[in-house]
């Protein structure tokens, strides 16, 4: 069956780490992207990528790092310079670029800094 | 610019009584889309419907149907007979304009349903 899968499910980061969150998508879809969860703030952009090699930044992009070599993968990497790091990270991806096409979205990984 | 207002942050039912989760957005475009996403205790996010601009029929799917109402900018979602697998976070998600790569989605509201 075809989905996203993100690993690991849980993560624990420890203080000036950096941490890289995997996501990948077997759908064949051109776009994908990543959204942070904070309990009643909704879901806010961090990165979104519309074609290979090619990724823009979202509304908190600030910390965060990605790469998008393969159509399939598009990994998150949770620097040292981001300071509140603990939250749920969902990526997701689109069917194409246009008007009406929804999300599909991971599992998640529940980041937590120790 | 687009922006989706879920006024109500948690809502509390008791099992079998009927529930409507409110969604109200605002847009400059004609066309655009909107949608109701269910997050389960789990964490996914999992599709529940879509609906275009030009479409203004309400959709029954089971328990669950959708009342769209152009005039007051609104895609309400009713839950009928609610049971406790219906518990979980809602959100509502708005996509309009052509050049748009984002959706836009409303802070979400969490329903817990009692047994």
């Known amino acids: 069956d075809g989905g996203i899968t993100q690993s690991p499910k849980y993560l624990f980061r420890k203080e000036g780490q950096n941490v890289t969150l995997s996501c990948e998508q077997n759908?064949?879809?051109?776009?994908m992207y990543w959204y942070r969860q904070d309990p009643g703030q909704g879901l806010r952009l961090i990165y979104y990528?519309?074609?290979?090699?090619?990724?823009q930044k979202g509304d908190i992009a600030e910390g965060y790092s990605v790469s998008r070599e393969k159509k399939e993968s598009f990994p998150l990497t949770v620097t040292s310079a981001q300071k509140n790091p603990t939250a749920f990270y969902l990526c997701?991806?689109?069917?194409?670029?246009?008007?009406?096409?929804?999300?599909?979205f991971g599992s998640g990984t529940r980041l937590t800094v120790v | 610019a687009q922006k989706v207002t879920q006024a109500q942050t948690e809502i509390s039912v008791v099992e079998k009584e009927d529930v409507t989760l409110d969604c109200v957005y605002e847009?400059?475009?004609?066309?655009?889309?909107l949608f109701w996403y269910k997050q389960p205790p789990s964490g996914e996010l999992v599709f529940l419907i879509r609906r275009n601009s030009f479409d203004e029929q309400n959709e029954i799917s089971g328990r669950y149907s959708w009342n769209f109402q152009k005039s007051t900018s609104s895609f309400n979602f009713t839950i009928t007979a609610s049971q406790v697998v219906d518990s979980a976070v809602y959100f509502c998600?708005?996509?309009?304009?052509?050049?748009?790569?984002?959706?836009?989605f409303g802070k979400g509201t969490k329903l817990s349903v009692i047994p």
């Open positions: 997701a991806s689109r069917e194409g670029a246009g008007e009406g096409y929804g999300y599909t």
């Open positions: 990528s519309q074609i290979v090699n090619d990724f």
């Open positions: 847009t400059r475009d004609t066309t655009y889309y």
């Open positions: 998600a708005l996509h309009s304009g052509a050049g748009s790569y984002q959706l836009t």
């Open positions: 759908l064949n879809h051109d776009a």
